[in-house]
């Protein structure tokens, strides 16, 4: 897990820096009186990959939307099941919505309008998000459910 978040780490700064370069050439190059479009499209398929791979810490930090005050308060059997059910579906989501993005990769055949990139690079954000958000979603419920016993015997 140590090695993944050094990664991902390293990977989110890679793609803020180089969000930051790109949103700063698009803004000098209107200044300047001409436009940079290849800045503006780059700089959205670099966000996206962004959201992407930055859902890793948010879940992984628990800080991603969940009823935490209301579980919390549960007593430990109920808190276990319901925990367990947010988690599997949380889960359950990843899997399909990255399942589904394959699919929607494979079959994808356009190209960006001004990089003439294909669109695959976008595209491949989706399965390597959730797949690294299933990670992150499976050792958060691991880390919680020993937490939890450790602290309510």
């Known amino acids: 897990m140590l090695i ?9 700064t890679i793609i803020f820096i180089l969000l930051i370069f790109l949103v700063t050439i698009q803004v000098m190059s209107r200044v300047l009186g001409f436009s940079a479009p290849w800045a503006m499209e780059l700089a959205t398929y670099t966000f996206i990959w962004l959201v992407f791979t930055g859902g890793y810490f948010t879940i992984q930090k628990g ?23 947010t988690n599997l579906i949380s889960c359950i989501f990843l899997v399909v919505t990255g399942i589904l993005s394959i699919d929607l990769i494979n079959n994808m055949n356009s190209v960006s309008p001004v990089l003439n990139m294909p669109m ?24 919680n459910i020993q937490r939890r016993k450790d602290t309510h015997i």
Request: positive net charge; glycine residues 6%; hydrophobic residues 60%.
């Open 63 to 85: 800080i991603n939307i969940t009823f935490d005050l209301i579980i919390d308060a549960l007593p430990t059997n109920i808190w276990k099941f319901v925990f367990t059910l």
């Open 120 to 143: 695959h690079f976008v595209g491949l954000a989706i399965p390597f998000g959730c797949g690294v958000m299933l990670i992150a979603q499976v050792n958060f419920y691991i880390t």
């Open 4 to 12: 993944l978040n050094r990664f991902i780490k390293v990977l989110i």
